[in-house]
């Protein structure tokens, strides 16, 4: 029987919004013009350079490797759809607060087809399979027997996997999480042999050098690695969308994975040679590009630390100049399109406006020192900074409108320190959604805001937002959960708030809760002559 399907993007950024991962891309064309240590990888070499294998996989003999082989299918064009099939463990429960996988990968099916319609993914409970009704049976084999690729979870009862093994012979991609080591991974028609190592925690498997490299398969299999590990449902995503673009076909959004060779090092050279012997000779410059060399582009967490760590002039130089101004990279970004998130409409019992919406952004600035604190976000890599505070004021000039995020970031070293950003933020069309703009750390982002809800008394408030960095090559979505003081709403509000994430489509377990526990002497404040709410009382 069929559980679920999904029949309908990511890296985000928040209050802080850095744009990070580009620069890995960058550092390493740059490096090999001046560094013998640093090598030069391609796009989808940087993506796979750092973490261990850990997907469940077993030895295949010669002659499965010689069978699989012969598996592998041409690219699909890229108007064609792609079917993808996910196989969980009955009642297991995953890493994201408990939640159960069957409902993870519902989520992540739904998610997939922000990213492209075409994108059919299908779930079953392998408890499904272990059911004597054939029919139910016959069913799933004619699924298995179309899907391009296979998505195994939690699968550990032996008889789920020799089922899915005997089933799965036709598919050409699968990998396996967290599962039966007696099922095996396979991309692009070809088995992927591994080496097991016992831990006290977990099986850790890592890629043995030899024919599982042929394709890249093993920079695949490091990345999709890497990706899980850091257990989130963009990651989750992630996982899936990197073997589709590998062997099925392009994905537009991993466009940017991509080397661009010698014409971006040529570019570089040409327009921005000052700025990189600045960056190079520079002590907080040259660690923040060797902090960011050591970074799986991926791995926002990673990328962003080191630029909070060693944020300077100099490395705001590097990037405005070989991202902003030059586009050395080639890099490309639009702000997604879905999930269309509508407004409110209704505040107090009065149809929403402009000026309406405005003052619930300024919130309790005048009242407090700031207008909101963030209880919680869902980005996985910068939602979740401690002491999120955000300033929204009308500014001097008629119309003007300015949003502040302060917020704290814990280097390399162990240090906490304050971080403050300035957007410009412009009405659109409908009330309660805007436009903001930032030049942040050299590179320009644009973000497209949704007030999605805000209670009455201004206890709480929902954000949405969706973004993209161009010039990095970069979109991103995500929310925040705002409230006066950084607690989270009450349980009366759950429901509620519920509602306001399924707007979103969010789940609440996506959300990552905001340390508030050490925030003392945050540097506020606005400039002055600046004013606040127009419309409604605090």
């Known amino acids: 029987m069929q559980v679920g399907a999904a029949s309908l993007k990511t890296t985000a950024l928040q209050n802080c919004r850095v744009r990070s991962s580009f620069y890995k891309t960058a550092i390493h064309q740059k490096s090999a013009l001046f560094s013998t240590s640093v090598p030069r990888l391609s796009g989808r070499q940087a993506v796979g350079k750092h973490g261990n294998l850990r997907i469940s996989a077993t030895l295949e003999a010669e002659k499965q490797q010689d069978k699989g082989s012969n598996l592998s299918s041409s690219p699909k064009s890229s108007s064609s759809g792609v079917r993808i099939v996910g196989i969980v463990g009955e009642n297991s429960v995953s890493p994201l607060k408990c939640t159960p996988w069957e409902q993870v990968m519902l989520h992540t099916a739904k998610r997939l087809k922000w990213v492209d319609e075409g994108f059919n993914m299908l779930v079953f409970s392998d408890n499904n399979l272990l059911q004597f009704d054939n029919q139910r049976e016959d069913s799933i084999r004619r699924e298995l027997a179309d899907a391009d690729l296979l998505v195994i979870v939690a699968v550990i009862n032996q008889e789920s996997a020799k089922w899915i093994k005997t089933n799965s012979e036709s ?156 586009n050395c990279l080639g890099l490309d970004a639009d702000i997604p399109s879905k ?45 979740q900074f401690p002491c999120q505070y955000q300033l929204f004021y009308r500014g001097k000039a008629k119309g003007s409108f300015w949003y502040e995020p302060v917020f704290q970031v814990r280097t390399l070293e162990g240090d906490m320190v304050w971080r403050r950003r300035r957007y410009r933020v412009r009405r659109d069309k409908v009330p309660g959604t805007f436009y903001f703009s930032v030049l942040d750390n050299g590179v320009v982002s644009k973000e497209f805001w949704t007030i999605v809800d805000v209670c009455d008394d201004l206890s709480w408030g929902l954000f949405y937002y969706a973004g993209a960095a161009q010039a990095a090559g970069q979109s991103y979505t995500g929310a925040v959960l705002v409230s006066p003081n950084g607690d989270y709403p009450s349980e009366m509000h759950s429901q509620r708030l519920l509602s306001a994430l399924e707007k979103c489509g969010i789940k609440e377990w996506e959300l990552y809760t905001v340390d508030n526990c050490s925030c003392d002497n945050p540097p506020l404040g606005i400039p002055e002559g600046s004013s606040l709410h127009s419309k409604i009382g605090v």
């Open 171 to 326: 598919i050409p991609n699968i990998v396996c999480f967290e599962s039966s080591s007696f099922l095996c991974n396979k991309l692009g028609g070809q088995f992927i042999q591994t080496g097991l190592e016992e831990s006290p925690f977990k099986k850790v498997l890592h890629v043995v050098q030899g024919k599982n490299e042929k394709n890249g398969s093993k920079e695949v299999v490091k990345t999709i690695s890497e990706a899980w590990e850091r257990h989130n449902s963009d990651d989750i995503r992630f996982c899936i969308l990197v073997i589709i673009n590998e062997y099925i076909k392009p994905v537009t959004i991993l466009k940017n994975l991509r080397s661009r060779g010698l014409s971006t090092i040529n570019c570089m050279v040409k327009n921005c040679g000052s700025e990189i012997l600045n960056c190079l000779l520079d002590p907080n410059c040259r660690k923040a590009l060797q902090c960011l060399n050591s970074c799986a582009p991926t791995d926002q967490v990673c990328n962003y630390r080191c630029i909070a760590s060693y944020e300077s002039p100099k490395l705001e130089a590097f990037s405005l100049c070989v991202l902003q101004k030059n």
């Open 339 to 383: 999930p269309y998130v509508p407004p409110m409409s209704v505040f107090r019992d009065e149809d929403f406006s402009h000026d309406i919406a405005e003052d619930l952004f300024v919130g309790w600035l005048g009242r407090m020192r700031w207008s909101w604190r963030v209880v919680a976000g869902q980005n996985p890599a910068y939602d």
